[in-house]
């Protein structure tokens, strides 16, 4: 229920051009995960790759999934910035 404008700042970034553009693309939902291939009826795997325990989505991608829940585990870690 609340916004987030992450995209307006990270056109701001120092990050390479490629990540200002996945970023937009994913905070958009314009990324090709498999729940956005199967929407055209294009050939899709019906879960996560990684997990396989949950559809693929683009927030389950980034967020939700144990794999990368574990990434950004290791990078806050890594970053000294508690979970
Ligand atoms: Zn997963």
Do not use: M
């Not at 490629?18 to 050939?43: I, M, S, Y």
């Not at 980034?62 to 290791?74: D, I, N, S, T, V």
């Amino acid at each position: 229920s609340t916004a987030c404008y992450s995209w307006k700042l990270i056109w701001k970034s120092w990050a390479p051009p490629r990540v200002k553009f996945f970023h937009w693309l994913a905070n958009q939902d314009r990324c090709w995960t498999a729940e956005r291939l199967a929407h055209p009826g294009l050939q899709h795997h019906p879960r996560c790759l990684l997990c396989d325990q949950e559809p693929e989505t683009i927030r389950h991608l980034l967020l939700e999934c144990p794999f990368a829940r574990k990434a950004w585990h290791e990078v806050l870690a890594w970053l000294r910035i508690p979970a």
